[in-house]
């Protein structure tokens, strides 16, 4: 089985510590950080299997998203044998909106 090394980019790495925050004042740190351990591990599962999500060149050329429980959107790229975590919107946030708005990562 092909394996893709998983990567995130710092604005993810940026999302996850933003949304870890969120959830721990709301519910605490137990839940936070359970909630940010699945994420991602259905991040890191991309590797092998990364053509999941949908495809949005209509944002970018290249950008896939893929939802996650129904509350977030995990935004990424797949150049050559990568994955790459590019944003992670949510509860709601227009991540087509965002995306179209911030320089390539």
Same mark, same amino acid.
């Given at each position: %089985?092909?394996? *893709? $090394?998983?990567?995130?980019?710092? !604005?993810?790495?940026?999302?996850?510590?933003? !949304?870890?925050?969120?959830?721990?004042?709301?519910?605490? @740190? $137990? %839940?936070?950080?359970?909630?940010?351990?699945?994420?991602?591990? =259905?991040?890191? =599962?991309?590797? @092998?299997?990364?053509?999941?999500? @949908?495809?949005?060149?209509?944002?970018?050329?290249?950008?896939?998203? %893929? +939802?996650?429980?129904?509350? =977030? @959107?995990?935004?990424?790229?797949?150049?050559?044998?990568?994955?790459?975590?590019?944003? !992670? *919107?949510? +509860?709601?946030?227009?991540?087509?909106? =965002?995306?179209?708005?911030?320089?390539?990562?």
């Amino acid at each position: %089985m092909k394996r *893709f $090394e998983v990567g995130f980019r710092p !604005l993810a790495e940026a999302d996850l510590l933003a !949304l870890y925050r969120r959830i721990a004042a709301a519910a605490g @740190t $137990e %839940m936070a950080g359970a909630y940010i351990d699945r994420i991602e591990a =259905a991040c890191l =599962a991309l590797e @092998t299997f990364p053509a999941r999500g @949908t495809k949005r060149d209509d944002i970018r050329p290249g950008l896939r998203t %893929m +939802g996650f429980e129904r509350r =977030a @959107t995990i935004v990424f790229r797949i150049p050559r044998r990568a994955v790459l975590i590019v944003r !992670l *919107f949510h +509860g709601g946030q227009d991540f087509a909106r =965002a995306l179209r708005g911030e320089a390539e990562a």
